[in-house]
């Protein structure tokens, strides 16, 4: 029997379906996590406490694959995983619908001067004018990412007739590569950043960046709060330097209630609710390891796997 510790709030949807090579070691708290890992082969050590979670990753010392509903697995101790020949798989695409369409609401609601109806609407005031008047169709999006969640964003934005510059590593019609895309960015009227958490993407749109755009752009930030220097995006918002920003993910989570963002009319806060906006997260989390099961079984590949050099 291979010991399997996995959390409890995933149970209904995994229980009845675990094959009977695997021994699960059911825990709903820290403290019982950090009893069962040890113990454990396979591990599913999501909680909602991502402190609770890299610590309890530590202790699964006999650990050979670690499952995750997560696709940024930057706060576990990747080092210590990749030491001890840990497989990794993630959540990378799990949520990537759902991100992509965030993404389209939060362009069209900046575009259309949405929350200022919505405003008006809530005082039951009969607005005469749009207070937005802008429009996707002949826009130009720089997307920062093209990992699953970038591959659903191009084509539904190019369905609204916006031009779409994908910012990856392999070059190719409609492409900058990291080292092109900096001098380009006063091109564009939206700057999509859904990259992974890594020391390179590290505060990658800082002060020299939010120079560079044009005072109109609006950036849209989906992947992690410190690839943006926050402050220098303050700075900006303050400055009107540029036409705003939308941001799902901030530094610190949440964000406190004196935070200057808050109070910015050019500033949107979707407090990382892009991802949890639908409710097939966890059917889609546990048929991927029912079927990454089978292929552990019989020495397949489990996938996705993260990549524990690059930390995606």
């Not at 969640?149 to 070059?171: H, M, S, W, Y």
């Not at 109070?263 to 390891?289: E, T, V």
Request: hydrophobic share 45%.
């Amino acid at each position: 029997m291979t010991k399997a510790a996995l959390s409890a709030l995933i149970r209904p949807l995994v229980e009845p379906r675990l094959p009977d090579w695997v021994e699960p070691l059911w825990f709903m708290t820290k403290e019982e996590a950090l009893e069962v890992a040890p113990q454990a082969e396979i591990g599913w050590f999501d909680m909602y406490d991502q402190e609770a979670m890299a610590e309890t990753t530590a202790a699964a010392t006999n650990l050979k694959w670690l499952n995750s509903i997560y696709a940024g697995l930057d706060f576990l101790p990747l080092d210590v995983l990749q030491e001890r020949g840990v497989t990794v798989t993630n959540g990378a695409g799990i949520n990537a619908i759902t991100i992509a369409e965030y993404v389209v609401m939060g362009m069209l609601n900046v575009a259309k001067g949405y929350r200022d109806v919505m405003r008006s609407a809530e005082k039951r005031e009969w607005l005469q004018d749009s207070p937005g008047k802008r429009e996707l169709a002949g826009s130009k999006a720089l997307l920062l990412g093209f990992g699953a969640i970038g591959q659903l964003i191009k084509p539904r934005l190019e369905a609204f007739d916006v031009d779409v510059t994908v910012v990856r590593r392999t070059p190719g019609e409609g492409v900058l590569t990291p080292d092109q895309w900096r001098d380009r960015l006063g091109e564009f009227d939206w700057v999509i950043l859904v990259v992974p958490a890594t020391p390179e993407t590290d505060s990658m749109i800082g002060e020299a960046e939010l120079a560079a755009m044009k005072n109109d752009a609006v950036l849209l930030n989906f992947a992690r709060g410190a690839v943006v220097d926050q402050d220098a995006l303050v700075a900006a918002l303050e400055a009107k330097q540029i036409g705003g920003a939308w941001l799902d993910v901030t530094t610190p989570e949440p964000l406190p209630a004196d935070n200057p963002l808050w109070a910015l009319d050019n500033a949107h806060i979707s407090m990382h609710l892009s991802g949890r906006a639908q409710d097939k997260m966890f059917i889609r989390s546990a048929d991927r390891f029912i079927a990454n099961l089978e292929c552990w079984n019989t020495g397949g590949t489990v996938a996705p796997q993260l990549d524990l050099k690059l930390g995606y």
